[in-house]
């Protein structure tokens, strides 16, 4: 049973990175059974999902395209585990943000427990 | 503005049937496979669906789903209290290279 477990700060100031690791037990973070995604949800934006990383003869990639220019997301394999980091937070970053494991193609079975993120001062 | 469209809420009595639409084009739906999650007050999401009409083990059948052309519907019969939240639809869309999830429809039980 794959298990992701979330850290990271609960409070950011604006202007600052979000950055928050996803820590994964029951399969492998370079495996290629899965992607890794990162999803936030908010009120008013509903599911928002982030993007993703994951390993096919070479690291992969992609982002959304409302956050393309202030995310980055990054894996370890040595400690089987991936981050999110989000540059230049503003208010409207404040979220829940979860991981996720899977594919697009069939959806996301497992998910981390949420990290509830406030951008404020 | 989400690239899939949900009506914003439907509502029924207990026991009763709800439909939630989800409507995209040929670059997302039309070519892609679909999921739907539920959103419960207070807890994380759940894949209900996927594939357009798998249910993962644990999953009860009276939550069902079908997909035409750039369309999905989601219907879950025997309408419980417990059901009251939000779902959403989601698939990946070609021309943006990204996942996106519509924009949510929120279940009341009257």
């Known amino acids: 049973q794959v298990q992701l477990r979330q850290s990271g700060p609960g409070l950011v100031k604006p202007s600052q990175t979000l950055s928050l690791t996803c820590a994964i037990s029951g399969d492998s973070v370079s495996g290629d059974r899965a992607g890794w995604n990162w999803i936030r949800q908010s009120p008013s934006r509903g599911l928002e999902w982030l993007g993703r990383t994951y390993y096919g003869s070479k690291w992969y990639r992609e982002y959304a395209a409302s956050v393309k220019s202030r995310i980055r997301i990054n894996a370890d394999t040595s400690k089987n585990q991936f981050s999110l980091h989000l540059d230049s937070v503003i208010p409207e970053d404040t979220a829940v943000y979860y991981c996720a494991r899977g594919w697009a193609r069939d959806g996301f079975h497992d998910w981390g427990q949420g990290t509830r993120v406030t951008v404020s001062s | 503005q989400s690239l899939l469209t949900q009506p914003p809420s439907v509502s029924a009595a207990p026991g009763q049937r709800v439909t939630i639409s989800c409507s995209g084009r040929?670059?997302?739906?039309?070519?892609?496979?679909v999921s739907w999650y539920q959103h419960l007050p207070g807890t994380d999401p759940k894949i209900l669906i996927y594939l357009n009409s798998n249910r993962p083990s644990g999953i009860p059948d009276r939550f069902s789903a079908s997909k035409s052309g750039a369309s999905a519907t989601l219907v879950i019969s025997g309408l419980q209290t417990g059901d009251e939240g939000d779902y959403y639809c989601?698939?990946?869309?070609?021309?943006?290279?990204?996942?996106?999830f519509g924009s949510g429809t929120t279940v009341h039980v009257l």
């Open positions: 040929n670059s997302n739906i039309g070519n892609r496979d």
């Open positions: 989601g698939t990946w869309d070609e021309s943006l290279t990204a996942f996106v």
